[in-house]
């Protein structure tokens, strides 16, 4: 089934208005890169470096995802990331797991809603 | 030329697009960079039609803190600005470094678009401002400086006036004043170019200056009556006593003259009209100066009266050809002179 734009915010934290702001309004570059953020390595990236307990890595990628999900207007997404990368950043390494298994969690539900665009 | 070129410079395309497409419906050409290398070569090319350069500041090959400091250190002037756009939300230090660096303003990513848009609007509608500023201020300073310009040919029209009005008492006919400005100048010229130490800072508005002056030499001559101004024949002692002080005289009247612009024509006129009389050997007059105590200008005034009086008719005497005038100075019949300005002089009216 094709889920249309507008049907999105039923079921993922997306601000469609403010998304569509971002581009200016061109509709089809918006759902163009949400469907990108469906084939992005980086969360990938992120799981790997997770596994690996590679800080610098954790708090580069979660970085990267939080920009990437700002620009989308992916809330939650953008706040989870925002979450583990400032926890890097403040050492407080016992929140990682926690946070990233939200990440996980919401990436995931995301992404298979993305797919249906 | 109207500026046409935003540069969008973030590695991951995703960050760039929203600032493409915002400045596509403002019909900006909009340059993709994905490196900070690639914008500063962009920058170089494309250095007088940028309007702005969005710039993220985590990237590979070079960051945007490596690109600011990459601008500065190659002294490229920016005259747009560059707007940092970072998820770095309140850290002060990440924001005080780029401003630090030449930033221009910081965006926060995560800003509502609407404020994103009235952010860019103002930076941009400031930059504008400032350009119009700069092309008023540029304008401005091309009317002053024409005025100036229109002044010194004033001040100069009046001052070789007054020095033609004076000479013309003797019989001159106009040419020696400007013969003394020409010789002078063209004297200075060559010592400057030649980087004798006395004149070889000298800017072109120095040897003006000086050369004005020079016109001046002669103004005590008012003060000498007309029956030994005008004398065919050869003055008595008392004769030539009293024309001796033309210097001195000259010299007081420029002395009483006011100079509120505190220019240094009225100190140079001073000089030449009191020394132009001295000679290297300590012969001359009024005060017997020897060498170098007298100033290089009054030395270089003293050399190119005697060649220009020796080269023009008057009542007394034939006009030399400029070969035999230059050739009287260097043996020495006309008093003793520096050695430099001799050559120097030969130089000078061999360009006559």
Known sequence: MNMKLEELSNYIDINIEEGLARFSNFESFYIKYLKKFVEDETFTKLKQAVLNSNYQEIESYSHALKGVCGTLALKKLYLINSDLCNAIRNKNYDLIEQLFTQDINEYEKTVNYLKLL | ?352
């Open chain 2, 1 to 352: 030329m109207k500026r046409n070129i935003v540069l969008v410079v973030d590695d991951q395309e995703i960050n760039r697009i929203p600032f493409v497409l915002h400045f596509y419906k403002k019909n900006y050409q909009v340059i993709e960079c994905d490196n900070g290398k690639n914008a500063y070569d962009n920058i170089v090319a494309h250095l007088d039609e940028i309007a702005a350069i969005f710039l993220d500041l985590n990237m590979p090959v070079l960051d945007g803190f490596g690109l600011l400091k990459k601008i500065k250190e190659d002294n490229i002037e920016i005259l747009f600005p560059i707007i940092i756009i970072t998820s770095e939300e309140n850290n002060n230090q990440t924001i005080k470094q780029a401003l630090d660096l030449g930033a221009t303003d910081i965006i926060q990513r995560e800003l509502n678009e609407g404020v994103i848009t009235k952010r860019i609007e103002n930076i941009f509608s400031l930059y504008e401002t400032k350009e119009q500023l700069k092309e008023l201020s540029e304008n401005q300073e091309k009317i002053i400086a024409q005025k100036v310009q229109e002044i010194k040919d004033l001040s100069f029209n009046t001052i070789s006036t007054m020095a033609i009005a004076i000479e013309s008492r003797d019989g001159d006919t106009g040419n020696h004043v400007n013969n003394i400005y020409n010789l002078t100048k063209k004297m200075l010229i060559h010592l400057r170019d030649e980087g004798f130490e006395e004149v070889k800072n000298l800017t072109n508005d120095d040897i003006e200056e000086i050369a004005y002056a020079s016109i001046l030499h002669d103004v005590g001559k008012i003060a000498i009556p007309d029956n030994i101004l005008n004398k065919p024949g050869k003055l008595t002692l008392e004769e030539y006593e009293i024309m001796k002080t033309h210097t001195t005289q000259g010299a007081n009247i420029i002395k009483r003259i006011k100079n509120p612009s505190n220019s240094k024509l009225m100190d140079y006129a001073y000089d030449i009209c009191l020394h132009h009389h001295e000679r290297y050997d300590g012969r001359g007059y009024p005060e017997g100066l020897v060498g170098d105590e007298c100033s290089l200008y009054a030395q270089i005034v003293a050399i190119v009266d005697v060649f220009d009086a020796l080269t023009q008719p008057r009542v007394y005497k034939k006009a030399f050809t400029k070969d035999e005038a230059f050739n009287m100075i260097k043996n020495g019949e006309c008093g003793n002179f520096n050695k430099n300005l001799i050559l120097i002089l030969k130089k000078v009216y061999l360009e006559l």
